[in-house]
């Protein structure tokens, strides 16, 4: 019998944490990281492109430590460098040497640190809305570090992630408030991103010296109308990454692939079968 929430998948021990991941299709290892909103899972960032990237890609997609379903310690800190070392205990744990990623918002941020300090262990990757970069912190991204669960909140947070909000609807933000507040969430959350939050976006950063030496090829996605991450963070990993494409979608938020689900993926699926 299935699960019956969707969300919760296979599990692995990565770097002394039981890790919730979601797996789907056959082939090359991609490595799907999702970005740092209140409730986030790896489900809820990633479940609309899943279907058709595993129709290229053994695609692979871990709830970061501290995030989601992937086990809580007492005590934990959560940092740059242990989410690094998560996302390679990750890929050891499942035997995998060398994978692709796509990296959204602070998984773009946590992508980014990866490929600089172990380029060995990836191959080309995709930034979307990626943190990574030092910029001037956004009220929508303060918010966001920011939340206080409630409903109303939450609400705010959700269409600020979009730039036609259409299709967010009461009950869409009613799971993810619901998701805000299970047992230990927002506990962890709350300990990330405290105030002042400035510093949060320059300890997710990597050095400009280590940007420009990355090897690897690199696609660049963002919204133009993002409110959370500006689109000026793109274009300087543009500007610094030797080997990089930069795709800008207009009439677009934060959630590009959500937004531009179909263009996006097809997108992706195009750059990393180019750059074989």
Known sequence: MANADPEIGKSVVAAGLKTNYLEEGAGPPLILLHGSGPGVTAYANWRLAIPELAKHFRV???DVAGFGYTERKSGARYNLDNWVAHALGFMDALGIPKARFVGNSFGGGLTLALAARFPERVE???????????????????????????????????HSFAYNTGFITDDLVKSRYEASVRPGFHESYSSMFPAPRQRHISALATPEDRIRALPHRVLIVHGRDDQIVPLEGSLKLHSLIPHSDLHVFGECGHWTQIEKKDQFVRLVIDFFKGSA
């Open 124 to 158: 080309q990757f995709v930034l979307m809305g990626a943190a990574g970069t030092e910029f001037r912190m956004t009220p929508g991204l303060d918010a966001v570090w920011g939340y206080e669960p409630s409903f109303e909140n939450m609400k705010k947070l959700v």
């Open 60 to 62: 692979l997609a871990p």
